[in-house]
């Protein structure tokens, strides 16, 4: 494997600046993610806080029976438990076969810097991820993409879930799942790895009983040996650990929403969009409506002095909501603003790893970090994969094309290009010609028929439209003529698109990683993290 560190700048403003560490834009944090001072600062600030150490180590322990581990794995929990530990952190949905490739991207990210960050600092650095499993926006789970011929295939789990469950509340149809792996594998076509993967997917459904459970037996199946540890933010067990953390927010709601409207009010003045979206009189909290099985978000009714949901559907004053963190804490869920918080309270954050979009939100956080007396630890971009293949390399190569524009801007344009320059461009004027002498015409026939026959010009119309499409029918048989003349070089830059610039955007937002396990093998990971890579904000393209 070979890899290349190229400079992919971000579509997003904020983003490119935070890259950079621009001193305008590091006012909206505490930490420079990119000097090492800040990683040292952080330690002593870990060091004069309280963390539940040992509690959260049994519960990761009693919750991570269920899956593979390794002996890594068990010394990650002991490590937990001392008091000069800290944690590399980082999350996401609990996608279908582990989901896009950038979850596996973040994992990645988090156990290098956890390494990283140990010999840098000589303590003890544990790398978690943090399974969104209170997340309850099925759509955004339920399906990968495969390849097609041209372009990737939306494969979608077939059930249905029409309530607002959460994930963690999803539950398997075995049958009907393994069922579906086997249509996702026969679209990947077999090699020698087929059998083994498998046997490994099969294997994860039996031994899982819903979404979030699949999701982290293929993330420890595959990472096991690196000491990774997973938490599930939608278990129950681990909500009961956050009730004192529950009870704070709620006693500090209003403090809260006011030091993010604060903190916004800056990022705008500054320049950039924000990315929360902040209700009134918000709560940041969700209540579980077993009603209805649902998440609802609370607000607060100034006037009435009361906690609501939507419609009013549920309220609760301020001792009951209290009563409800202390003895169902369970019921009570985190929003984008307040799951960070937890984080941070729960573990001895060391940092956090984020994606783009994470970035840009946990800038609006800064003055309700500071509201609750913390610091919000440095913000880590993850690292931004793509793998090439050597046939697409192959194919780049011989159609003349720049890499970094392909991952930029992908091929559609210089395909488009291609055909034109192949054409007959005779025909095409011909046609051009023809369309011209039939509307400027039609609209001199059109004007006399006003005059004395104004009935009779919808059929005009419609007569028209019926030659113009005619016409545009035949430039479409004239252009796939020429596709199909010329199919082998068309099908390459299609190929070069679907691998690396796929639906418009990155390879990492669409494919999965069961595609390359199938192609490339079981310790296709394994051969990835041995590579050298830096947390310096540079595309990595790894030559497969």
Request: charged share 25%; glycine share 4%.
């Amino acid at each position: 494997m070979e890899m290349l560190n190229l400079s992919l700048q971000s579509g997003n403003s904020f983003v490119t600046d935070y890259l950079s560490q621009s001193k305008g834009i590091m006012n909206f944090f505490h930490y420079s993610f990119s000097d090492d001072a800040s990683y040292k600062e952080r330690v002593k600030e870990l060091q004069s806080r309280q963390f539940m150490r040992n509690e959260v180590a049994d519960y990761i322990q009693k919750y991570m029976e269920k899956f593979p581990q390794s002996k890594s794995v068990q010394e990650s929990i002991s490590k937990l438990r001392k008091k000069d530990s800290a944690v590399v952190i980082g999350g996401q949905q609990a996608g279908l076969l582990t989901g896009p490739l950038y979850s596996i991207h973040k994992v990645i990210s988090i156990i290098l810097l956890a390494e990283q960050k140990e010999k840098e600092l000589g303590i003890p650095v544990v790398p978690v991820f943090w399974v969104a499993g209170e997340d309850h926006d099925y759509l955004e789970i339920n399906h990968i993409y495969t390849p097609g011929k041209e372009k990737m295939k939306k494969a979608v789990y077939p059930e249905k879930v029409l309530e607002k469950k959460m994930a963690s509340d999803i539950l398997l149809n075995k049958e009907v799942c393994k069922s579906w792996i086997e249509e996702v594998m026969e679209s990947f076509g077999e090699t020698e790895y087929s059998h083994q993967l498998l046997h490994l997917l099969k294997e994860a459904v039996d031994k899982s009983d819903t979404f979030v459970d699949l999701f982290s037996y293929l993330t420890m199946s595959l990472f096991q040996e690196y000491g990774l540890l997973l938490v599930d933010s939608g278990d129950k067990n681990i909500r009961l650990l956050e009730k004192e953390i529950f009870l704070q927010q709620i006693n500090q709601f209003q403090g809260i929403a006011a030091s993010v409207k604060e903190q916004q009010d800056i990022v705008e003045n500054s320049g950039y969009s924000l990315v929360i979206e902040m209700s009134d009189n918000p709560v940041n909290l969700f209540y579980y409506d077993e009603t209805i099985q649902e998440r609802v978000l609370l607000q607060y009714d100034a006037k009435e002095q009361l906690f609501i949901g939507k419609n009013s559907s549920i309220q609760f004053t301020v001792s009951q909501l209290k009563e409800i963190a202390s003895e169902f804490p369970s019921k009570l869920s985190n929003n984008v603003v307040t799951r960070p918080m937890t984080q941070d309270l729960l573990f001895p954050t060391l940092a956090f790893i984020g994606g783009p979009g994470e970035i840009a939100y946990w800038a609006e956080l800064k003055k309700a970090f500071e509201h609750l007396g913390i610091k919000m630890p440095p913000i880590v971009p993850r690292l931004n994969l793509t793998f090439l293949e050597r046939g697409v390399e192959a194919d780049i190569k011989e159609l003349n094309l720049d890499l970094l524009d392909v991952l930029i801007n992908g091929t559609s344009k210089k395909c488009g290009q291609f055909l034109q320059s192949v054409s007959n461009e005779k025909v095409e004027s011909l046609v051009k010609d023809i369309k011209q002498y039939i509307q400027h015409n039609y609209r001199k026939l059109e004007e006399e028929m006003s005059k004395e026959e104004k009935g009779l010009l919808p059929l005009l119309a419609k007569n028209e439209n019926f030659l113009i499409s005619q016409l545009e029918f035949f430039e479409g048989k004239v252009e796939n003529s020429v596709k199909l003349k010329h199919k082998v070089i068309v099908n390459k830059f299609n190929r070069i698109e679907r691998n690396l610039k796929p639906e418009g955007s990155l390879q990492e937002r669409i494919w999965n990683i069961t595609y390359f396990l199938n192609k490339y093998g079981l310790d296709f990971l394994d051969n990835i993290m041995e590579l050298p890579m830096e947390f310096d904000g540079k595309h990595k393209v790894i030559k497969l």
